[in-house]
């Protein structure tokens, strides 16, 4: 994607991890991410770590973009059902197991659609109108 925005689009472009993301947004115009899905109602799940940086650009008044195919856009909407969200081994984030202690390893999270600026696709820049429209085209 980074690549593309600069051949493409001319753009200059910085490619970080989501944590150090509130040392760089106040520097930013806007800031792209990708999806995993595109749900009806224009939120998005992603790799976790995206909402945690749409609420800091929030805060930075830096508008977010979402850069996806429109064949990532689901009919589905978020029942809140954290099932939604792929989950991962516990092992993953501690080898040893506490008592008492609760480990939860998810590798998305949703993103709200008041975050998003705008979701940019193959058919341009989209709303949640837009959005709503393919979705129920498919």
Request: proline share 3%.
């Amino acid at each position: 994607m980074a690549q593309l925005l600069v051949k493409r689009g001319g753009l200059a472009v910085t490619l970080i991890t989501d944590a150090q993301a509130d040392i760089f947004l106040p520097q930013c115009q806007a800031f792209v991410v990708g999806a995993d899905t595109v749900l009806a109602n224009g939120d998005v799940i992603n790799k976790a770590g995206t909402a945690l940086v749409a609420w800091a650009a929030r805060g930075h008044r830096v508008p977010m973009f979402v850069l996806c195919e429109t064949l990532k856009m689901s009919p589905r909407t978020w029942s809140g059902d954290l099932k939604q969200l792929e989950e991962k081994e516990a092992e993953e984030v501690i080898d040893q197991p506490i008592d008492g202690v609760t480990t939860r390893n998810f590798y998305f999270d949703r993103t709200v659609s008041r975050l998003i600026a705008g979701i940019i696709t193959e058919q341009g820049l989209m709303g949640r109108k837009e959005i709503k429209q393919i979705v129920s085209s498919h």
